[in-house]
């Protein structure tokens, strides 16, 4: 997980790097629409943040961010579009911690290369998951989960958004950890595997909490842990798997914005000094907390981002050998 100390790093830098660079080629970019590819279906949680930065961009770039959900596969259709787009500035990848890392370690043969063919642009935020379940499942915490788990005679079904998502080795590490049997069923995105939740057609789903929070506010699904190390601004009577004695349980949800390899650097310096500039305006950095978004600070530079990306890979390598994580 990127943490919020590294996200910070630099930021004495952000004056400079904010600052649109001079000349004609950025005063002629953006010049038609930007095409910002989520990669997966509406309603989860990728399409809340993304929509919200994208509307705030566009007020910067003198020119529209148009969203473009491109769900399946855990994300790597959507990256693959971006992947192969023309690198001119005028498509952006909205990547995430599941749908860019994990899934290009679970699913190995992809159409692209995860770390050539795509330039860093900004990390935005991130968000702690919360573990989930039907209200028919009787559990209000993980130490009951963990009882249930091993009294039942058949596995406890999760939803998650994709193979190779962050809900997906979430997921396989709670069987891990917990000692329970967990089977996966994909959705292709947030959304499906919410309403199936909802009908109680599985019993568990993770994810970061802005999708959650209505139905968990509602008591439609029952929160049982946020799977960090602190509580969430969202949810701050939810204890965290540390507090209930599983610290291994930890995983967040993180967002940033990629463009394909080759863009012109000045191109990607205007669209990170427009993603910082949205991050950081005060209403909507208020609606991304009240979302669940609680590690706000965009990297003071692409390079940076790059950085953070090769850590947080290094990471989740370790955490999908464990879980044994590959595509069924």
């Keep these: 997980m990127i943490r919020r100390r590294d996200a910070l790093l630099g ?17 002629a970019f ?43 596969a855990g994300g790597v259709i959507g990256n693959d579009a971006v992947a192969k787009a023309e690198p001119d500035g005028h498509t952006i990848l ?17 159409p692209y290369d995860p770390v050539k063919d795509f330039a860093a642009i900004c990390w935005l935020g991130a968000s702690p998951n919360v573990i989930t379940v039907h ?24 939803g998650t958004p994709g193979v190779g998502t962050n809900g997906h080795a979430l997921g396989a590490m709670i069987g891990v950890v917990l000692g329970i049997e967990m089977e996966p069923i ?13 009908a109680g057609r599985v019993d568990l789903l993770t994810n970061a909490s802005a999708p959650l929070q209505p139905h968990i506010e509602a008591e439609k699904i029952r929160a ?14 939810l204890s965290t798997s540390v507090e209930q004695g599983f610290p291994e349980l930890d995983s967040s949800t993180w967002y940033g914005f990629l463009a394909p390899a080759g863009t012109p650097a000045d191109r990607i310096a205007v669209l990170h000094a427009a993603a910082v500039a949205a991050i950081n305006q005060p209403d909507i950095k208020s609606r991304l907390i009240a979302s669940g978004v609680d590690e706000i600070a965009p990297s003071p530079e692409p390079a940076h981002f790059t950085r953070l990306l090769a850590s947080d890979r290094e990471r989740w390598s370790r955490v999908v050998e464990r879980a044994n994580l590959r595509v069924q």
């Design 11 to 27: 930021l004495a830098a952000l004056g400079t790097t904010a600052i649109l660079p001079r000349g004609a080629a950025a005063q």
């Design 30 to 72: 953006p010049n038609r629409p930007v095409r910002m590819v989520i990669p997966f279906t509406a309603g989860g949680s990728n399409d809340v943040v993304g929509r919200m930065i994208g509307d705030a961009m566009a007020q910067r770039l003198g020119q529209p961010v148009v969203v473009e959900n491109r769900g399946g």
């Design 94 to 110: 909205l990547a995430g911690s599941g749908s860019f890392v994990i899934s290009s370690l679970v699913q190995t043969r992809l």
């Design 135 to 158: 209200p028919s499942v009787q559990a209000t915490n993980l130490r009951e989960l963990q009882a249930l788990g091993k009294s039942r005679g058949q596995p406890l079904r999760f």
């Design 186 to 198: 994909h959705y292709r995105g947030t959304g499906p595997a919410l309403n199936d939740l909802l």
């Design 224 to 237: 049982i842990a946020i799977a960090g190390q602190s509580r969430s601004v969202a949810l701050p009577n």
